[in-house]
C-alpha cells in the first residue's frame, strides 16, 4: 500500500541490509561473494559500500607481503 511504503518503516530493511552488507565486507568476506550475497554487481557494490571498508590496511599488507614471500 502507498501508505505503507511511505512509512519510517519502510525504510529499516534498506538500513538493515545496508548493515549487513557493511558488516561482510568489514569481516572480509570477498567482494564478488558479498556482491552475491546481496544480488548486486562488484561494481555496484564497491561505488556504494567501498566507504564502509574500515581497518583492513595491516590485514592487506600482511597478505601482500605473505603473497610475495611464497
Known amino acids: 500500500m ?3 511504503v511511505a ?3 519502510a ?3 534498506y538500513d538493515l541490509r545496508h548493515a549487513a552488507v557493511s558488516l561482510w565486507l568489514n569481516a572480509g568476506v570477498p567482494a564478488p561473494n558479498v556482491a552475491e ?3 548486486h554487481s562488484v ?3 564497491l561505488r556504494v559500500y ?3 571498508i574500515d581497518g ?5 599488507n600482511k597478505r601482500i607481503d ?3 614471500a611464497a
Not at 583492513?56 to 592487506?60: D, P
Request: net charge neutral.
Open 56 to 60: 583492513q590496511q595491516e590485514t592487506a
Open 43 to 45: 561494481d555496484v557494490l
Open 7 to 9: 512509512s519510517p518503516l
Open 2 to 4: 502507498p501508505a505503507q
Open 50 to 52: 567501498a566507504k564502509c
Open 37 to 39: 550475497r546481496a544480488d
Open 66 to 68: 605473505e603473497a610475495l
Open 11 to 13: 525504510k529499516r530493511p
